[in-house]
């Protein structure tokens, strides 16, 4: 193949079946069962973030982007990223990865975090979230929690349980009894902020 064929795009909808197989390939069944697709099971990815390599009009690989939120910090989860076996190996991954990194910094994420291999993603520029600074929803080994900060502070606001975005903000958003009047104020201001 000619690596100089593969062109890398925004995802669409119509991505989805194919960017699907490909997960179902790289992860099986045992990808449902991980801390990321869980908080990814909070609500949508963001597409505009999110990118495929195609190939001769077919899907090849694909990397998401999610929504976080983490204490008073804001990210994005970068993942699934995969690549078809037939085609590992050739910087696809890579590309990929640095398409979405830039992506974040011109949506003005402030980090981009994730459940990965230090040894691949250290040199895109990743590094370990400190243990016990951040937790997901499902075991995992903290070591494997890696970020890269995007914008200065915004890795040390991630603090305790990251999840959803859109979860995140459900949570805090105040009962129709507390937006009345003589609410606490602290807890509306507080929903305000998310
Ligand atoms: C991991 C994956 C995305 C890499 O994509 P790729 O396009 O093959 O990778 P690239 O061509 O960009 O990089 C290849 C290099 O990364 C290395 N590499 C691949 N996976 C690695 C890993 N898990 N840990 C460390 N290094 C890894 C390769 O050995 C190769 O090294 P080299 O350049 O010194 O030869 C791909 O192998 C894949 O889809 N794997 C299954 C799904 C998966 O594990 N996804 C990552 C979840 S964290």
Redesign the pocket.
């Known amino acids: 193949m000619n690596i100089a064929d593969v062109a890398y795009l925004p995802e669409q909808p119509a991505h989805d079946p194919e960017i699907e197989h490909i997960n179902e390939e ?2 099986g069944p045992g990808r449902f069962a991980r801390a990321a697709y869980k908080i990814r099971e909070g609500g949508p990815h963001e597409r505009t973030l999110s990118f495929v390599a195609v190939y001769q009009g077919a899907v090849i ?1 694909s990397v998401r982007m999610t929504r976080i939120a983490a204490g008073e910090g804001r990210a994005l989860l970068l ?5 078809r076996p037939d085609y ?7 590309r990929l990865v640095r398409f979405a990194i830039e992506a974040a910094e011109q949506a003005d994420a402030g980090a981009v975090v ?4 230090e ?2 993603y250290g040199p895109l520029g990743f590094g370990r979230v400190p243990r016990g600074q951040l937790s997901m929803p499902r075991p995992v080994d903290l070591d494997r929690i890696l970020a890269v900060e995007l914008k200065p502070g915004a890795l040390a606001k991630l603090k305790g349980m990251a999840d959803h975005e859109d979860r995140v903000s459900k949570q805090t958003i105040p009962s129709p009894r507390l937006r009345g009047e003589g609410g606490p104020k602290g807890r509306m201001r507080g929903s305000a902020e998310v």
């Open positions: 790289a992860f690989a993942g699934p990223l995969a690549v590992k190996n050739l910087g696809i991954g890579r994730l459940v990965g291999d040894p691949y």
